[in-house]
């Protein structure tokens, strides 16, 4: 296996994680940390045994060698550390959201093919073990419905719950429905700013698929949630435990067609526990860390062995749906304020 020179850029809580897989990923040397509070890049290069850079610019100058980075600055710094980067040559694994916009996300998708270099975006639920075990099953989903509730932590509140949590759910769905978005309707409430705290949306497909999608970061408990209703199968998956179960017309077809044959001849089946009735199994699952499965696909690509599972038009294309989300949300508040005293 050939081992790629990797930098992060950006080291903060999630650029932390990225450090940490790197340093101890095969196939990949850890060269350099990128961040702009200097002392911080230090102590985490110190730690590490790498180099610590100001700025991309700098890095590029003094680590020309770095073929592949993982960008994992705040979203408004994705678009200039991308386009810097892609210009160079290197290879980029952007946090998610790829960008603030539908424009910045685009111009870095259209950049990238322009350039022919390697993007990857850290959708890293689409890693999940419950989400690859039910990619797997390749359903043709008719209805789609997501949960993500958790408490306030006070991280990324200088933006919605949409482009914070909701992105991670409307690029699973959108790999699901895998047919052109159509429709969208969304309403949400703000409580403590200006930006969003909950949202339900509701999104349409070309192909009939429709998915509903509620998340909410004021709630009292963490819930994270899928269920995917196709013609021959059922699945309900939860992310957080990493469980699954598995409903499918095959496994119960004698079953229900005995049902039906007595309710059509008139008998009482009131007394029967439905949960008794049909036969269910558990999402074979393959154990493996999310993220450092995705980090070892981006390098797998960079090696020309394959293409990430989120690229950067797949990346584009979930911001474009939450702005979508977030515009149709804004259509439905109108003018008025948050009902919590926020202004929406």
């Known amino acids: 296996m050939e081992t790629l020179p990797v930098a992060v ?75 810097t980067l892609l210009r160079a040559g290197v290879a980029c694994l952007i946090e998610k959201p790829l960008a603030q916009s539908a424009e910045d ?20 639920e689409r890693f999940n073990p419950v989400v690859r075990a039910m990619a797997e099953m390749n359903l043709a989903p008719r209805f789609i419905e997501t949960h993500r509730v958790s408490p306030m932590t006070f991280r990324s509140i200088d933006v919605g719950v949409v482009f914070d949590l909701m992105i991670h759910d409307l690029d699973i769905v959108l790999a699901l429905a895998n047919s052109p978005l159509v429709g969208v309707s969304a309403v949400g409430v703000n409580l403590l700013g200006s930006h969003e705290d909950v949202c339900n949306a509701r999104l ?18 963490t819930e994270r949630k899928l269920r995917v209703f196709a013609a021959d199968a059922y699945v309900s998956a939860d992310y957080g435990n990493r469980t699954g179960i598995v409903l499918t017309a095959k496994d119960n077809a004698d079953r229900m067609r005995e049902i039906a044959m007595r309710m059509a001849a008139g008998e009482d089946l009131t007394g029967m526990d439905w949960s008794d009735v ?28 394959g293409k990430p599972r989120v690229d950067a038009h797949a990346g584009c294309a979930a911001v474009e749906a939450a702005e979508r989300v977030v515009t149709a949300m804004g259509e439905r508040l109108g003018s008025g304020g948050g009902p919590w005293g926020g202004k929406g």
């Not at 932390?16 to 990949?28: N, T």
């Not at 996300?105 to 890293?124: C, F, M, N, P, Q």
């Not at 349409?204 to 408990?221: D, I, M, P, Q």
């Not at 070892?296 to 090696?303: D, G, K, Q, W």
């Open 105 to 124: 996300a685009r111009a870095i998708s259209a950049l990238a093919d322009e350039k022919g270099v390697v993007v990857a975006v850290g959708h890293t």
């Open 204 to 221: 349409e497909f070309e192909n009939g698929c429709v998915a509903t999608l509620t998340t909410s970061r004021l709630a009292l408990k």
């Open 9 to 83: 850029i950006g080291v903060g809580r999630m650029g932390g994680h990225h450090v940490r897989h790197y340093a101890g990923l095969e196939g990949a040397d850890l060269v350099a940390v990128v961040d702009g509070d200097e002392a911080r890049a230090a102590s985490v290069a110190q730690e590490y045994g790498c180099r610590a850079f100001p700025s991309v610019e700098a890095l590029l100058e003094g680590a020309p060698e770095v073929r592949a980075v993982s960008v994992a600055t705040p979203t408004i710094a994705h678009r200039p550390a991308a386009e």
């Open 278 to 305: 049909v036969k269910a199994r558990q999402l074979e699952l393959v154990e493996e860390d999310p993220l450092r499965a995705e980090l070892s696909e981006f390098l797998n690509a960079v090696r020309g062995e």
